[in-house]
């Protein structure tokens, strides 16, 4: 069984930043083979890609609509992947989920992982 456990969510104002974690446990997940994504969901909004990152980090991909202001990032020895979101926008508001097991750029295999999110609401 795989666990991910997201973190980091808030409520911040517009231009605001803020950081989300995810971490990754179980006994026989080697998380450096998984390629890693950020999902939002937006209420009455259909899931979006937002990130993904290959396994050993060497390859990003960003959606363009948070190109330039969001980095994903991932710390192998501590099985976590971190989405830095700066210039933050209220348009940006909504739940994030990290993903394991990515097709990537930015396709969920159908033996994917799927964190509970963490809530992230930018004000005006």
């Known amino acids: 069984q795989v666990q991910l456990v997201e973190s980091g969510g808030g409520l911040v104002q517009a231009g605001g930043s803020l950081r989300l974690s995810c971490a990754a446990s179980?006994?026989?997940?080697?998380?450096?083979?998984?390629?890693m994504g950020w999902f939002r969901q937006a209420p009455g909004k259909e899931r979006e890609f937002v990130a993904s990152i290959s396994g050993s980090g060497g390859r990003t991909y960003d959606a363009d609509s948070v190109k330039g202001r969001f980095t994903i990032s991932r710390d192998n020895a501590k099985n976590t992947v971190y989405l830095q979101m700066n210039s933050l926008k209220p348009e940006d508001t909504a739940v994030y989920h990290c993903a394991a097991g990515l097709i990537l750029p930015r396709t969920l295999s159908p033996l994917a992982y799927w964190g509970q999110g963490t809530q992230v609401t930018v004000s005006p």
């Open positions: 179980g006994r026989t997940f080697t998380f450096s083979n998984y390629a």
